[in-house]
DNA sequence: AGTGTTATGATAGACGGGTTCTTTTGTCTA
DNA sequence: TAGACAAAAGAACCCGTCTATCATAACACT
């Protein structure tokens, strides 16, 4: 014989034979009450409802997963819970699993190190989860590496798509259209562009976004510069441009915390804002930190992303799983960091 | 019969059986190699191994689980994940569940309802988690309505302790405390404060440290002001002392955001800051939203609270399961938001 | 008395991995 | 050639939940 039944309920969770024993039922009873299945006289129910209370009986997650063949979790591996980007996409997926009555199981690689699709996926796949979601916002997915795994649904956030995962993401490149169309439309032509850290897909496909602008209208990009999206950098950026350039007009940051960064600066080299230049920024986050937030900016329905993000993790039964790439679009939000160019 | 086995590989995971059937070996032999066991075959070894990579098996989550009684996760229950202060518990035990190879269950109960820890312990109890941590910094926790489940190590974060159960939070109070004795020093006695909403823990707590600090020196609290984190909350605050309190000379904010919200209206007002007046806050958040930070404030370790509640919430084998109740204590942050009072 | 209906028990199979026990096979030695 | 011994592989079973049968009762209604 293997392993004997143990009865010592003090080492091991409290199962349905337990229970059943303590009420002086079967085993199939308890599962009737358990899951609330007619048939069971009145008395009886009490008696084992008791019972369970008793003993603190708790379904095993286990036993039942193992049964019905389905976690009602849904796995997240990101590289660094605090980052915006991630922040609010987990919100976003935590506020549509709740709605699916449903469990987010989180990993977080390794915050310094490159971490790969290949590697994320192997690690969730040894977890409880229905449908994994890997934001691979800091770096180009190496997809060449990765192959999805067979009957788990795979999200990717990313803006590259891929044919056979679906990709989902904000529209890093469309946000800066909309705030360059905004821009132009004021008047502006010299727009100078301060990014995040090159290694960054989001900064660069918003750098693309504004670089395409400009050609688009034939004016000639001048060197973007770079930051690392804290507002420090962006202080610094702008102090840069206002010493050196005399004929810009306007800037756009690549994040509202250096366009914060930016404008303090413009207004310490007694540049004002927006009278003198125009600045905007991308994702809405200033509010809770900066009194009467005047930031032009484009704001991400986050929670829309999220929702898209854990539909497509977890199919609904019967819906086709054909791949796709989205992008949710931006909302362009206008305050008081822009202005008509004066003449 | 109950249910039929199915041998239709396509709509069902990969089990051993499956490649043992591949392989032609039993499915023994099978988890010996899965598991690296001695006494296999070199050439059985490499049929099996090659039959698992043509398959793609992976182990079954539920029946590893099943059979071991652990589920190498840890549950986590917030109410709002965007909050700072959960979003940096979430950091820190993101950060220590890595080190011990664990993974985290994120449930996030509803923002706007209140919550429970029975309701919270309940929904937790049916998860795969080895230990469960719930964090209740918006509210008192339901002490008298809830029972911690037997057999699964429990830890609140909050202020307040209980017989039972291990509570762990950073210590809002003594931050109060380092941040009086420091403007103490400086010479200040005048010192309004602006706290969070009054139904959080922390704000309570916080204005508690705050009142008794001054109490302690006999000085009589003016009137407390209520914000609601949020940095215009701190810059309304800020303009009505200004224009009502010609004899402050400090303001504690309860959080960084407000801080910085009442600096902005102090300077909108004419004063300076630290020159007339001294201004501190709480968290040490400003960093990426703000450049040049001067904001005296206090920095909690987060990482280590993490660890603490992780490792808590997941004893270690052989270890006391004794319950305390921890005060993680802050760190005072000197910067240039305070100053001499000048004679 | 015959026909349902309801409540419950007994038994067992399925899910997938892991452990223990047992059997087979092969090799070496006396 | 027989016995000893080890390596290799198979057989059985357990973990806990759920469901599917089937078998009994007890009870009510016609």
Chains 1, 2 share one sequence.
């Not at 979601?133 to 999200?155: C, H, K, N, Q």
């Not at 929702?307 to 799983?321: I, L, M, N, S, Y």
Request: aromatic share 6%; hydrophobic share 40%.
């Amino acid at each position: 014989m293997a392993r004997r039944p143990s009865n010592d309920t003090s080492s091991r969770p409290v199962s349905m034979a337990d229970v059943a024993r303590a009420a002086g039922v079967s085993q199939q009873t308890v599962s009737r009450v358990a899951n609330g299945l007619p048939n069971v006289n009145e008395q009886t129910r009490q008696r084992v409802q008791a019972a369970m209370q008793k003993l603190g009986f708790r379904p095993s997650y286990a036993g039942r997963s193992l049964r019905d063949g389905r976690y009602h979790s849904v796995g997240l591996c990101v590289n660094d819970v605090t980052k915006f980007g991630n922040l609010s996409m987990i919100d976003g997926i935590a506020s549509a699993a709740r709605e699916h009555n449903c469990a987010i199981t989180l990993v977080e690689m390794s915050k310094t190190e490159e971490f790969s699709l290949a590697e994320a996926t192997r690690r969730m796949a040894a977890l409880p989860v229905d449908g994994i979601i890997i934001g691979m916002s800091r770096m180009a997915p190496d997809f060449e590496t990765f192959d999805p795994l067979p009957g788990i649904g795979t999200v990717i956030v990313t803006m590259y798509a891929h044919p056979r995962v679906t990709t989902v993401d904000s529209d890093h490149y469309g946000c800066s259209l909309l705030l360059m169309d905004h821009l132009f439309e004021l008047g502006h032509e010299q727009i100078r562009y301060i990014g995040g850290p090159s290694f960054s897909v989001d900064e660069q496909f918003r750098r693309a976004g504004w670089q395409d602008a400009l050609e688009r209208k034939h004016i000639e990009p001048a060197e973007p510069l770079e930051g690392d999206w804290s507002a420090n950098s962006g202080y610094e950026a702008g102090r840069y441009l206002a010493e050196h350039d005399r004929t810009m007009t306007a800037i756009y940051a690549a994040n509202d915390q250096m366009a914060n960064g930016a404008i303090a600066a413009l207004r310490d080299s007694g540049l004002r804002v927006p009278e003198d230049v125009s600045v905007v920024g991308v994702d809405d986050s200033l509010d809770d930190f900066v009194a009467h937030n005047e930031l032009t900016t484009v704001r991400f329905d986050l929670h829309q992303r999220g929702r898209e993000v854990f539909e497509h993790a977890v199919p609904k039964a019967g819906a086709t799983d054909k791949t796709v790439a989205i992008r949710i679009p931006g909302q362009l939000i206008i305050r008081h960091s822009t202005a008509i160019l004066r003449a």
